[in-house]
T-cell receptor
Framework: GAVVSQHPSRVICKSGTSVKIECRSLDFQATTMFWYRQFPKQSLMLMAT?????????EQGVEKDKFLINHASLTLSTLTVTSAHPEDSSFYICSGSQGPSNQPQHFGDGTRLSIL | GESVGLHLPTLSVQEGDNSIINCAYS??????FIWYKQESGKGPQFIIDIRSNMDKRQGQRVTVLLNKTVKHLSLQIAATQPGDSAVYFC???????????FGKGTSLLVTP
């Protein structure tokens, strides 16, 4: 149980393109979803936290106009990287949590974004 | 602020041996801890968690130990198998909010 599906798994696109990544909780309702970024051989860096139906809370240094997050339902959150540039190339991972804060986050399998 | 770190960046063990991965945290207000396993090109996979009112929790072949006095967390894997080769992250959550603070990760390599 507690499966999170992330799509697409890999994106290669030209600089200036906007890219949307979907994160779905398949068998639970994710009242809170999280978006992370991970560079090679490094840990996960939290970008933003979103609760269903409300605006996302972004971590310091993360541009909210650059990384648009929508959490429209209890099973779907999307991250749109707007006007992506090569420095945005990274591994983006989402996770969902069922509710009370002392519940584990369940992660998707990530999206490898490569901007040419 | 929160600081979660791992004592060893890499760990090599022989198949069948027990593995111990360590983690230190700095925020004494952390009340929930999780170990994740991440295989190459995949997202972290939940292994086991422990709350601050416990000092030990066991799962299938895994045990997590929590020492709140020295703010130390460990993951023990019994009879390590090749499929256990991955990067292991500890994560800590303070007693307010939902965000997890991740450690740097330990790469576990199981040799035959």
């Amino acid at each position: 149980g507690a499966v999170v599906s992330q799509h697409p798994s890999r994106v290669i696109c030209k600089s200036g393109t906007s890219v949307k990544i979907e994160c779905r909780s398949l068998d639970f309702q994710a009242t809170t979803m999280f978006w992370y970024r991970q560079f090679p051989k490094q840990s996960l860096m939290l970008m933003a936290t979103s609760n269903e139906g409300s605006k996302a809370t972004y971590e310091q240094g993360v541009e909210k106009d650059k990384f648009l997050i929508n959490h429209a339902s209890l099973t779907l959150s999307t991250l749109t990287v707007t006007s992506a540039h090569p420095e945005d190339s990274s591994f983006y991972i989402c996770s969902g949590s069922q509710g009370p804060s002392n519940q584990p986050q369940h992660f998707g399998d990530g999206t490898r974004l490569s901007i040419l | 602020g929160e600081s979660v770190g791992l004592h060893l960046p890499t760990l090599s063990v022989q198949e069948g041996d027990n593995s111990i991965i360590n983690c230190a945290y700095s925020n004494s207000a952390s009340d929930y801890f999780i170990w994740y396993k991440q295989e190459s090109g995949k997202g972290p996979q939940f292994i086991i968690d422990i709350r601050s009112n416990m000092d030990k929790r066991q799962g299938q072949r895994v045990t997590v130990l929590l020492n709140k006095t020295v703010k130390h967390l460990s993951l023990q894997i019994a009879a390590t198998q090749p499929g256990d080769s991955a990067v292991y992250f500890c994560a800590a959550k303070p007693n307010s909010g939902y965000a997890l603070n991740f450690g740097k990760g330990t790469s576990l390599l199981v040799t035959p």
